[in-house]
Protein backbone atom coordinates (compact mmCIF):
# COMPACT_ATOMS: atom_id res chain seq x y z
CA UNK A 1 0.00 0.00 0.00
CA UNK A 2 1.49 3.32 -0.47
CA UNK A 3 1.89 5.79 1.96
CA UNK A 4 -1.23 8.17 1.54
CA UNK A 5 0.88 11.79 2.70
CA UNK A 6 -0.44 13.66 -0.06
CA UNK A 7 -3.98 14.40 1.50
CA UNK A 8 -2.86 13.45 5.29
CA UNK A 9 -4.51 16.42 6.87
CA UNK A 10 -2.16 15.60 10.11
CA UNK A 11 1.05 16.99 8.60
CA UNK A 12 -0.53 19.35 5.83
CA UNK A 13 -1.01 22.84 8.46
CA UNK A 14 3.05 24.02 8.59
CA UNK A 15 1.62 26.99 10.69
CA UNK A 16 2.79 29.70 9.05
CA UNK A 17 5.82 28.23 7.02
CA UNK A 18 5.40 27.81 3.64
CA UNK A 19 6.57 24.20 3.88
CA UNK A 20 8.79 22.45 6.05
CA UNK A 21 11.92 20.82 4.61
CA UNK A 22 12.07 16.86 5.19
CA UNK A 23 15.39 14.98 5.65
CA UNK A 24 17.55 18.50 5.73
CA UNK A 25 20.79 17.42 7.24
CA UNK A 26 20.69 13.73 5.75
CA UNK A 27 20.24 15.67 2.17
CA UNK A 28 22.99 18.46 2.75
CA UNK A 29 25.34 15.64 3.91
CA UNK A 30 24.29 13.50 1.12
CA UNK A 31 24.65 15.93 -1.46
CA UNK A 32 28.56 16.36 -0.28
CA UNK A 33 28.22 20.12 -0.89
CA UNK A 34 31.27 21.58 -2.62
CA UNK A 35 31.99 25.43 -1.98
CA UNK A 36 32.49 26.42 -5.43
CA UNK A 37 30.11 23.78 -7.03
CA UNK A 38 26.81 23.85 -9.01
CA UNK A 39 23.78 22.17 -7.59
CA UNK A 40 20.23 22.36 -8.49
CA UNK A 41 16.90 22.15 -6.66
CA UNK A 42 14.39 20.55 -8.65
CA UNK A 43 11.48 21.03 -6.74
CA UNK A 44 12.03 24.88 -4.82
CA UNK A 45 8.98 25.10 -3.19
CA UNK A 46 9.54 26.43 0.18
CA UNK A 47 13.19 27.07 -0.23
CA UNK A 48 14.25 25.70 2.73
CA UNK A 49 16.85 22.93 1.28
CA UNK A 50 18.22 25.62 -1.02
CA UNK A 51 18.50 27.74 1.71
CA UNK A 52 20.82 25.19 3.23
CA UNK A 53 22.54 24.14 0.04
CA UNK A 54 23.52 28.08 -0.46
CA UNK A 55 25.33 27.83 3.27
CA UNK A 56 27.45 25.66 2.00
CA UNK A 57 28.33 27.42 -1.07
CA UNK A 58 31.07 29.83 -1.36
CA UNK A 59 30.83 33.26 -3.60
CA UNK A 60 31.79 30.89 -6.75
CA UNK A 61 28.76 28.42 -6.03
CA UNK A 62 25.74 28.56 -7.80
CA UNK A 63 22.03 27.21 -6.79
CA UNK A 64 19.57 26.48 -10.06
CA UNK A 65 15.95 25.97 -8.55
CA UNK A 66 13.24 24.88 -10.74
CA UNK A 67 9.52 25.25 -9.83
CA UNK A 68 6.96 25.15 -11.99
CA UNK A 69 4.48 27.16 -9.38
CA UNK A 70 4.68 30.43 -10.05
CA UNK A 71 3.79 31.37 -5.94
CA UNK A 72 7.34 29.93 -5.00
CA UNK A 73 8.94 32.67 -6.00
CA UNK A 74 7.99 34.88 -3.25
CA UNK A 75 10.26 32.22 -1.46
CA UNK A 76 13.48 33.30 -3.13
CA UNK A 77 16.92 34.48 -1.38
CA UNK A 78 17.62 37.90 -2.34
CA UNK A 79 20.89 35.65 -3.71
CA UNK A 80 22.61 36.82 -6.70
CA UNK A 81 24.44 32.89 -7.22
CA UNK A 82 20.23 31.58 -6.93
CA UNK A 83 18.76 31.02 -10.67
CA UNK A 84 14.71 30.33 -10.63
CA UNK A 85 13.33 28.47 -13.53
CA UNK A 86 9.59 28.53 -13.48
CA UNK A 87 9.38 25.29 -15.72
CA UNK A 88 8.94 21.51 -14.71
CA UNK A 89 11.83 19.65 -13.57
CA UNK A 90 11.06 17.37 -16.71
CA UNK A 91 13.08 20.10 -19.17
CA UNK A 92 15.60 19.95 -16.64
CA UNK A 93 18.60 19.48 -19.29
CA UNK A 94 17.39 22.25 -21.75
CA UNK A 95 17.14 25.12 -18.88
CA UNK A 96 20.41 24.14 -17.54
CA UNK A 97 21.98 25.09 -21.12
CA UNK A 98 20.23 27.90 -21.39
CA UNK A 99 21.30 29.01 -17.74
CA UNK A 100 25.34 28.21 -18.98
CA UNK A 101 25.38 24.99 -16.41
CA UNK A 102 24.74 22.11 -18.80
CA UNK A 103 26.70 19.70 -16.10
CA UNK A 104 26.21 20.08 -12.38
CA UNK A 105 27.97 18.92 -9.24
CA UNK A 106 24.21 17.81 -7.18
CA UNK A 107 20.62 17.54 -8.23
CA UNK A 108 18.79 17.45 -5.46
CA UNK A 109 13.90 16.36 -5.75
CA UNK A 110 12.10 16.45 -3.04
CA UNK A 111 8.39 15.06 -4.50
CA UNK A 112 6.00 15.87 -1.96
CA UNK A 113 3.62 18.55 -2.46
CA UNK A 114 3.85 21.37 -0.49
CA UNK A 115 2.02 22.40 2.90
CA UNK A 116 1.44 25.70 1.16
CA UNK A 117 -0.40 23.97 -1.93
CA UNK A 118 -2.54 21.44 0.79
CA UNK A 119 -3.01 24.82 3.21
CA UNK A 120 -4.42 26.93 -0.02
CA UNK A 121 -8.32 25.79 -0.35
CA UNK A 122 -8.85 26.96 -4.23
CA UNK A 123 -5.78 24.68 -5.44
CA UNK A 124 -8.00 21.66 -4.64
CA UNK A 125 -4.79 19.60 -3.38
CA UNK A 126 -7.28 19.02 -0.06
CA UNK A 127 -9.99 16.83 1.13
CA UNK A 128 -10.27 19.20 4.38
CA UNK A 129 -11.69 21.99 1.99
CA UNK A 130 -14.51 22.69 -0.62
CA UNK A 131 -13.29 23.92 -4.17
CA UNK A 132 -12.97 22.93 -7.48
CA UNK A 133 -11.42 20.17 -8.33
CA UNK A 134 -8.14 21.79 -9.85
CA UNK A 135 -4.76 20.02 -8.02
CA UNK A 136 -2.85 21.11 -10.70
CA UNK A 137 0.35 22.08 -9.86
CA UNK A 138 1.37 24.57 -12.93
CA UNK A 139 -1.73 26.68 -13.42
CA UNK A 140 -0.62 27.10 -17.00
CA UNK A 141 -1.53 23.91 -18.17
CA UNK A 142 -5.35 23.44 -19.18
CA UNK A 143 -6.36 19.85 -17.64
CA UNK A 144 -6.95 20.01 -14.20
CA UNK A 145 -8.86 16.89 -12.26
CA UNK A 146 -12.39 17.87 -12.80
CA UNK A 147 -11.17 17.40 -16.52
CA UNK A 148 -10.13 13.65 -15.59
CA UNK A 149 -13.16 13.07 -13.79
CA UNK A 150 -15.36 14.09 -16.98
CA UNK A 151 -13.63 12.94 -19.99
CA UNK A 152 -11.88 9.83 -18.89
CA UNK A 153 -13.27 6.55 -19.64
CA UNK A 154 -13.92 3.82 -17.22
CA UNK A 155 -11.14 1.74 -18.95
CA UNK A 156 -8.87 4.50 -18.28
CA UNK A 157 -10.33 5.59 -14.63
CA UNK A 158 -10.27 2.19 -13.65
CA UNK A 159 -6.30 1.61 -14.53
CA UNK A 160 -5.20 5.02 -12.49
CA UNK A 161 -7.33 4.70 -9.20
CA UNK A 162 -6.06 0.88 -9.29
CA UNK A 163 -2.25 2.39 -10.30
CA UNK A 164 -1.33 5.41 -9.07
CA UNK A 165 -3.84 5.34 -5.63
CA UNK A 166 -3.92 1.34 -4.61
CA UNK A 167 -7.75 1.67 -4.75
CA UNK A 168 -9.13 -1.42 -3.10
CA UNK A 169 -12.33 -0.91 -5.36
CA UNK A 170 -11.13 0.60 -8.28
CA UNK A 171 -13.06 -0.92 -10.73
CA UNK A 172 -16.38 -0.01 -8.56
CA UNK A 173 -14.81 3.31 -8.13
CA UNK A 174 -14.46 4.03 -11.76
CA UNK A 175 -18.10 2.60 -12.73
CA UNK A 176 -19.81 5.20 -9.79
CA UNK A 177 -17.97 7.82 -11.13
CA UNK A 178 -19.47 7.23 -14.88
CA UNK A 179 -22.83 6.78 -14.02
CA UNK A 180 -22.68 9.55 -11.67
CA UNK A 181 -21.01 12.09 -13.58
CA UNK A 182 -24.33 11.39 -16.59
CA UNK A 183 -26.50 12.78 -14.07
CA UNK A 184 -24.96 15.71 -12.70
CA UNK A 185 -21.64 16.92 -13.21
CA UNK A 186 -18.43 16.02 -10.78
CA UNK A 187 -16.55 19.51 -10.58
CA UNK A 188 -16.25 20.22 -6.76
CA UNK A 189 -14.51 18.38 -3.92
CA UNK A 190 -17.61 17.95 -2.35
CA UNK A 191 -19.61 16.82 -5.38
CA UNK A 192 -16.63 14.15 -5.83
CA UNK A 193 -16.92 13.15 -2.45
CA UNK A 194 -20.94 12.82 -2.26
CA UNK A 195 -21.09 10.60 -5.17
CA UNK A 196 -18.08 7.91 -3.91
CA UNK A 197 -19.89 7.90 -0.40
CA UNK A 198 -22.03 4.84 -0.87
CA UNK A 199 -19.02 2.93 -2.14
CA UNK A 200 -16.10 4.23 0.26
CA UNK A 201 -14.16 1.58 1.83
CA UNK A 202 -12.53 1.70 5.34
CA UNK A 203 -11.59 4.69 6.56
CA UNK A 204 -12.94 7.38 5.09
CA UNK A 205 -10.53 9.69 4.94
CA UNK A 206 -7.94 7.41 4.08
CA UNK A 207 -9.87 6.66 1.09
CA UNK A 208 -10.02 9.60 0.06
CA UNK A 209 -6.77 9.88 0.44
CA UNK A 210 -5.70 7.36 -2.59
CA UNK A 211 -8.37 8.50 -4.60
CA UNK A 212 -7.22 12.05 -4.86
CA UNK A 213 -3.24 10.98 -5.00
CA UNK A 214 -4.34 9.50 -7.93
CA UNK A 215 -5.50 12.23 -9.43
CA UNK A 216 -3.07 14.50 -8.83
CA UNK A 217 -0.68 11.77 -10.36
CA UNK A 218 -2.49 12.01 -13.65
CA UNK A 219 -3.09 15.93 -13.65
CA UNK A 220 0.47 16.85 -12.90
CA UNK A 221 2.08 13.32 -15.53
CA UNK A 222 4.41 12.50 -12.18
CA UNK A 223 5.58 9.07 -13.17
CA UNK A 224 6.76 10.84 -16.38
CA UNK A 225 8.32 13.90 -15.12
CA UNK A 226 10.40 11.98 -12.99
CA UNK A 227 11.36 9.10 -15.07
CA UNK A 228 12.51 12.30 -17.49
CA UNK A 229 14.27 13.97 -15.00
CA UNK A 230 16.21 10.85 -13.65
CA UNK A 231 16.92 9.75 -17.38
CA UNK A 232 18.56 13.41 -17.80
CA UNK A 233 20.45 13.96 -14.83
CA UNK A 234 23.13 10.81 -16.07
CA UNK A 235 24.03 13.67 -18.90
CA UNK A 236 24.25 16.99 -16.57
CA UNK A 237 26.05 15.29 -13.81
CA UNK A 238 29.55 15.84 -13.61
CA UNK A 239 31.93 12.42 -12.65
CA UNK A 240 31.06 12.23 -8.93
CA UNK A 241 28.23 14.35 -9.11
CA UNK A 242 25.41 13.17 -6.58
CA UNK A 243 21.41 13.06 -7.06
CA UNK A 244 19.38 12.82 -4.21
CA UNK A 245 15.71 12.25 -4.43
CA UNK A 246 12.93 11.99 -1.67
CA UNK A 247 9.79 9.87 -2.29
CA UNK A 248 6.97 10.00 -0.44
CA UNK A 249 4.82 6.98 -1.97
CA UNK A 250 6.13 3.44 -2.98
CA UNK A 251 5.63 3.73 -6.27
CA UNK A 252 8.08 6.79 -6.95
CA UNK A 253 10.35 4.81 -4.29
CA UNK A 254 10.29 2.11 -6.55
CA UNK A 255 10.99 4.20 -9.90
CA UNK A 256 14.43 6.32 -8.03
CA UNK A 257 15.35 2.48 -6.36
CA UNK A 258 15.29 0.74 -9.79
CA UNK A 259 16.92 3.69 -12.03
CA UNK A 260 19.82 3.88 -9.26
CA UNK A 261 20.54 0.49 -9.92
CA UNK A 262 19.88 -0.04 -13.60
CA UNK A 263 20.20 3.54 -14.92
CA UNK A 264 18.03 3.17 -17.68
CA UNK A 265 14.13 1.99 -17.94
CA UNK A 266 14.23 -0.24 -21.05
CA UNK A 267 12.69 -3.75 -20.18
CA UNK A 268 15.50 -5.30 -21.74
CA UNK A 269 17.40 -8.27 -19.73
CA UNK A 270 20.69 -7.22 -18.29
CA UNK A 271 22.68 -9.50 -20.41
CA UNK A 272 22.72 -9.52 -23.99
CA UNK A 273 24.15 -12.18 -26.10
CA UNK A 274 27.90 -12.09 -25.35
CA UNK A 275 26.85 -12.01 -21.55
CA UNK A 276 27.95 -8.58 -20.96
CA UNK A 277 25.59 -6.97 -17.78
CA UNK A 278 24.42 -3.39 -18.28
CA UNK A 279 26.63 -1.11 -15.85
CA UNK A 280 23.99 1.20 -14.14
CA UNK A 281 25.80 4.52 -14.46
CA UNK A 282 25.62 5.42 -10.75
CA UNK A 283 27.03 4.30 -7.04
CA UNK A 284 24.12 3.69 -5.26
CA UNK A 285 25.14 5.29 -1.74
CA UNK A 286 21.88 4.43 0.46
CA UNK A 287 21.55 0.63 -0.21
CA UNK A 288 18.30 1.30 2.05
CA UNK A 289 16.55 4.55 1.90
CA UNK A 290 17.12 7.06 4.45
CA UNK A 291 14.18 7.85 6.55
CA UNK A 292 13.03 10.47 9.50
CA UNK A 293 14.20 10.03 13.04
CA UNK A 294 11.87 10.29 15.96
CA UNK A 295 12.84 13.31 16.53
CA UNK A 296 11.98 14.86 12.84
CA UNK A 297 8.76 12.45 13.18
CA UNK A 298 7.68 14.32 15.94
CA UNK A 299 8.41 18.17 15.18
CA UNK A 300 6.98 17.55 11.26
CA UNK A 301 4.43 14.45 10.79
CA UNK A 302 4.95 14.75 7.37
CA UNK A 303 8.09 13.38 7.20
CA UNK A 304 6.94 9.60 8.25
CA UNK A 305 6.60 8.64 4.69
CA UNK A 306 9.93 10.53 3.30
CA UNK A 307 12.22 8.28 1.49
CA UNK A 308 15.59 9.57 0.94
CA UNK A 309 17.88 7.62 -1.57
CA UNK A 310 21.04 8.88 -3.15
CA UNK A 311 23.30 7.59 -5.48
CA UNK A 312 26.62 9.49 -7.35
CA UNK A 313 27.59 9.99 -11.04
CA UNK A 314 30.53 7.17 -12.11
Known sequence: MADQHQIDDSRASAGDQYHVPVLLSEVINGLEIKPGGTYVDCTFGGGGHSRAILEKLNSEGRLIVFDQDAEAKQNLPDDERVTFVQQNFRHLQRFLRVNRSPKVDGILADLGVSSHQFDEAARGFSTRFDAALDMRMDT?????????????SEAQLHKLFERYGEVTNAKTLARTIVSQRVIAPVK?????????????????????????QALRIEVN??????????????????????IAIITFHSLEDRVVKNFFKKGSFDETEDDDVFGRKHESPFNIITKKPIVAGADELKRNPRSRSAKLRIASKK
Open 221 to 242: EEMEVLKEMLQQSTEVLKTGGR
Open 188 to 212: TISQLKQALQPIVKGNPNKYFAQVF
Open 140 to 152: RNSATAATVIEKY
